[in-house]
Every structure is written in structure tokens, then in C-alpha cells.
């Protein structure tokens, strides 16, 4: 496909320090776990290294609280969020699942494993109705096709 783009969000520094009280005991910050610090060098040499680097991928350097609501982002196919934390969660939710086009597809790597990403899915779903059932992928993640 020609016509798509891929964004590819992330702050390329780690996760945030948590702020919320939901977050709570989840600290996965890069001075805790360095590991999950990727540059964003490092993920466009993977993309490369696979042939998936093109014009059509685009990356959004930062925090998603500061890049996603005034991202340049249309219509989305699928929106695959992989933001662990209640805050990075809600903060990808609120950004674009209006965006997410009818017969689209919601991804949340976290669903199944850190309690602070499920409660804001739970939370979010519930807050704007949204009654599309909650499929499970893995022990971790899961998927919804929003039907309107």
C-alpha cells in the first residue's frame, strides 16, 4: 500500500517517571529499567535492517502527552498502544481513538500485564461507551474493532 502511513510514537528515552497515583509502584523509567531506553536511531536501523524504512513511516519524538494531541495524524487503520502506564495509556487513547476509522483495530500490548494500562483501557471504554468486545491475542495483549 501506497496510501498509509506508519507513525511510530514514542519518546525513544525510556518511560516517563510515574505522576499519577494510578501508576503507582510502576516505575519503569529509564534509570530503573535502561533496557527499555531504545534510541531513535536504533529503531529506524530496524526498520532499515527489515526494508520498512520509507517515506511512509513517520516518527513522533516524546512524551505522548506532548506529541499526540497535535500529532498530524488523520484517519487510523489500527492504533497499537504499548504505553505500560495508566497516564501514556489514557494519554494514547484520548489522542487518537477518535481517529480509529470504523472497522479499525485497537491494540494494547499491556492489557493482561500491568494492571495501570488495564484500568485505563477499562476506564476509558466505560467513560465513552464503548461496549466492542475485548479480544485477548497472548497473556498480554489484546485487540477491539471499533464498529462506529
Known amino acids: 500500500m501506497k496510501d498509509r502511513t506508519v507513525w511510530v510514537a514514542d519518546s525513544f528515552e ?3 517517571v510515574p505522576s499519577l497515583p494510578q501508576d503507582k509502584g510502576y516505575d519503569f523509567s529509564a534509570t530503573k529499567i535502561p533496557i527499555l531506553s531504545i534510541s531513535l536511531e536504533e529503531v529506524q536501523e530496524n526498520f532499515r535492517r527489515y526494508n520498512l524504512l520509507d517515506d511512509q ?3 513522533l519524538k516524546g512524551w505522548f502527552c506532548d506529541t499526540l494531541p497535535k500529532a498530524p495524524i488523520g484517519q487510523l487503520a489500527v492504533l497499537r498502544l504499548d504505553g505500560d502506564l495508566y497516564e501514556s495509556t489514557m494519554d ?3 489522542a487518537l481513538y477518535s481517529k480509529v476509522s470504523p472497522g479499525g483495530f ?3 500490548d499491556d492489557y493482561g500485564d500491568f494492571a495501570p494500562c488495564r484500568n485505563a483501557v477499562n476506564e476509558f471504554r466505560q467513560l465513552h461507551g464503548i461496549n466492542e468486545p475485548i479480544e485477548k491475542i497472548d497473556w498480554t495483549g489484546v485487540f477491539w474493532r471499533k464498529l462506529s
Do not use: E
Request: charged share 10%.
Open 57 to 59: 513511516v513517520r516518527f
Open 14 to 16: 525510556g518511560l516517563p
Open 106 to 108: 485497537v491494540i494494547v
Open 92 to 94: 494514547g487513547l484520548n
